[in-house]
């Protein structure tokens, strides 16, 4: 009797094995309890990605109207966090409301108001992510990061990323209030694959740096504007112009175009065809000096009197 009663009260389970914390469940509890501490903000994690690729891959991923932030350790550069706007406003929303609104505003650009109320939160991700995820496939991926300044653009990380490969851990987020599902991801440096130290480069001597530097400005990127006719238009004209409106260029020839550098500096003149059915500006040779009128009606001789007729200029 005394058995099957010890039996009946133990606690089922109680001697199975604890179940091994895996990556995966590491962020969604890091990401989970920073949301609950930082934001009050309760959610869920629908899904956990990850995979791994070099550069190109990981902007390949990205798209301009994201929230893109250096992850930053020792002062460098070393991996990105991103996040989409439907994620900085539930986070908005929960701060100034306190909680998730039934009925989503519409998605607008994120400014830096917004990212200075998210931050808190996203840099809580990154710090509770080092220690939570000890033991895991990710120990010491993204120890000793502090999340940086914020990234214009794609071209902007692909500056300040350097060529290796990188493991882009991606969530899923359920504000368990409406259907969006935002999206926050963490990108960092592969640590399965070693990255070889740079080399150091020989110096150039003055020959060297002098073709380098030559190659160099000649492969910068130079604009030009290809300008047909200038024109003084009343601004009672341009207000009033609409769709389908012509506006006659007077004096405007195909042959008076112009190729001008910023500044309005004149590069080439040129006349207006077409090339492989496309619009096309061919490049003329300069026209040959031709004689300009004086700034003024009135040319001066030498003793200071006035021309008024040209026969009396020797």
């Known amino acids: 009797m005394t058995g099957l009663l010890q039996r009946m009260i133990q606690r089922p389970g109680a001697d199975a094995?604890?179940?091994?914390?895996?990556?995966?469940?590491?962020?969604?509890?890091?990401?989970t309890q920073v949301a609950q501490n930082s934001l009050g903000l309760v959610l869920d994690i629908d899904d956990v990605s990850e995979r791994t690729g070099?550069?190109?891959?990981?902007?390949?991923g990205l798209s301009d109207d994201l929230l893109m932030l250096h992850l930053i350790r020792g002062g460098v550069t070393v991996g990105l966090l991103t996040c989409d706007a439907q994620l900085v406003?539930?986070?908005?929303?929960?701060?100034?409301?306190?909680?998730?609104?039934?009925?989503?505003?519409?998605?607008?650009?994120?400014?830096?108001?917004d990212m200075a109320l998210i931050l808190p939160f996203l840099q809580g991700v990154i710090s509770?992510?080092?220690?939570?995820?000890?033991?895991?496939?990710?120990?010491?991926?993204?120890?000793?990061?502090?999340?940086?300044?914020?990234?214009?653009?794609?071209?902007?990380?692909?500056?300040?990323?350097?060529?290796?490969?990188?493991?882009?851990?991606?969530?899923t987020v359920n504000d368990r209030v409406t259907d969006r599902r935002p999206v926050l991801s963490i990108v960092l440096p592969n640590p399965a694959v070693s990255v070889a130290a740079p080399t150091a480069q020989p110096a150039l001597d003055a020959t060297q740096w002098k073709i380098a530097m030559q190659r160099a400005v000649?492969?910068?990127?130079?604009?030009?504007?290809?300008?047909?006719?200038?024109?003084?238009v009343p601004l009672s004209r341009l207000t009033e112009m609409a769709?389908?409106?012509?506006?006659?260029?007077?004096?405007?020839?195909?042959?008076?175009?112009?190729?001008?550098?910023?500044?309005?500096?004149?590069?080439?003149?040129?006349?207006?065809?077409?090339?492989?059915g496309r619009i096309a500006v061919r490049i003329e040779r300069p026209d040959d000096s031709q004689m300009q009128d004086l700034p003024h009606r009135e040319a001066i001789t030498k003793d200071g009197h006035a021309i008024k007729d040209v026969s009396q200029i020797v």
């Open 17 to 31: 094995p604890d179940v091994p914390l895996t990556a995966a469940r590491a962020v969604k509890r890091s990401v």
């Open 54 to 60: 070099d550069l190109d891959t990981v902007l390949a």
């Open 218 to 232: 000649n492969n910068a990127p130079a604009a030009l504007d290809v300008i047909v006719h200038r024109m003084p």
């Open 89 to 113: 406003a539930v986070a908005i929303e929960t701060l100034t409301t306190g909680q998730v609104a039934a009925a989503p505003a519409a998605v607008r650009p994120i400014t830096h108001t």
């Open 128 to 171: 509770e992510l080092d220690g939570s995820t000890v033991g895991t496939a990710l120990d010491g991926w993204s120890t000793g990061c502090d999340v940086g300044a914020r990234l214009a653009d794609r071209r902007a990380v692909g500056f300040a990323l350097t060529e290796q490969s990188y493991r882009v851990i991606g969530l």
């Open 243 to 276: 769709v389908g409106d012509c506006l006659p260029l007077h004096g405007c020839t195909i042959g008076a175009v112009r190729l001008e550098a910023p500044g309005g500096m004149l590069v080439a003149r040129g006349r207006l065809g077409q090339m492989a």
